[in-house]
T-cell receptor, first 115, second 113 residues
Framework: DTAVSQTPKYLVTQMGNDKSIKCEQNLGHDTMYWYKQDSKKFLKIMFSYNNKELIINETVPNRFSPKSPDKAHLNLHINSLELGDSAVYFC??????????????FGEGSWLTVV | GENVEQHPSTLSVQEGDSAVIKCTYSDSASNYFPWYKQELGKRPQLIIDIRSNVGEKKDQRIAVTLNKTAKHFSLHITETQPEDSAVYFCAAIGLSNTGKLIFGQGTTLQVKP
């Protein structure tokens, strides 16, 4: 059973296109995240939703728009793709987003290449 | 702002030796410090974590120490094996209701057989 699953795993697309990455978790968690990992392996949070409510929105271009139809799903839509958007995008989830922290479980990643 | 510094960026050891990775954090309110291991082409996975009410935690060959006064924490791997080769990330989370996890820059560990 895949706890956090995201699709597609690989995506190659041209500059200017619009694309979406979907994520689903079957852990019953309240909180979901999108992280971006660049070519230098640096992991940076982009967004977080807690029970469908946006709670973290880092300095990300507004071409990136997350959507959470329910607490088990968090999708990422990217408009007008640029070369610099090429990266691995990880979806993740955790039981809650409260004080003290808790284990974050990552999906397998979506490798986005913009050409 | 919140920041986590991790050193070294690369580490090469002989099989059987110990490896130590160090991190410092800036937010004195941080109280949860996980370590993640990421193998090539795979997802980051939690290997050990520590909370601010303890100074050390062990799990077989892996241990983490925390010095809250100095705001640093370390990962210790003993008797390293080739399968320990991976990128290791430290992280810190603060006293907020957002669950925001700040990652260090990562350490690429190579264990030579």
């Amino acid at each position: 059973d895949t706890a956090v699953s995201q699709t597609p795993k690989y995506l190659v697309t041209q500059m200017g296109n619009d694309k979406s990455i979907k994520c689903e978790q079957n852990l019953g968690h309240d909180t979901m995240y999108w992280y971006k990992q660049d070519s230098k392996k640096f992991l940076k949070i982009m967004f977080s939703y807690n029970n469908k409510e946006l709670i973290i929105n880092e300095t990300v271009p507004n071409r990136f728009s997350p959507k959470s139809p329910d607490k088990a799903h968090l999708n990422l839509h990217i408009n007008s793709l640029e070369l610099g958007d090429s990266a691995v995008y990880f979806c993740a989830s955790s039981h809650y987003a409260g004080v003290g922290g808790n284990t974050i479980y990552f999906g397998e990643g979506s490798w986005l290449t913009v050409v | 702002g919140e920041n986590v510094e991790q050193h070294p960026s690369t580490l090469s050891v002989q099989e059987g030796d110990s490896a130590v990775i160090k991190c410092t954090y800036s937010d004195s309110a941080s109280n949860y410090f996980p370590w993640y291991k990421q193998e090539l082409g795979k997802r980051p996975q939690l290997i050990i974590d520590i909370r601010s009410n303890v100074g050390e935690k062990k799990d077989q060959r892996i241990a983490v120490t925390l010095n809250k006064t100095a705001k640093h924490f370390s990962l210790h791997i003993t008797e390293t094996q080739p399968e320990d080769s991976a990128v290791y990330f430290c992280a810190a989370i603060g006293l907020s209701n957002t669950g925001k996890l700040i990652f260090g820059q990562g350490t690429t560990l190579q264990v030579k057989p």
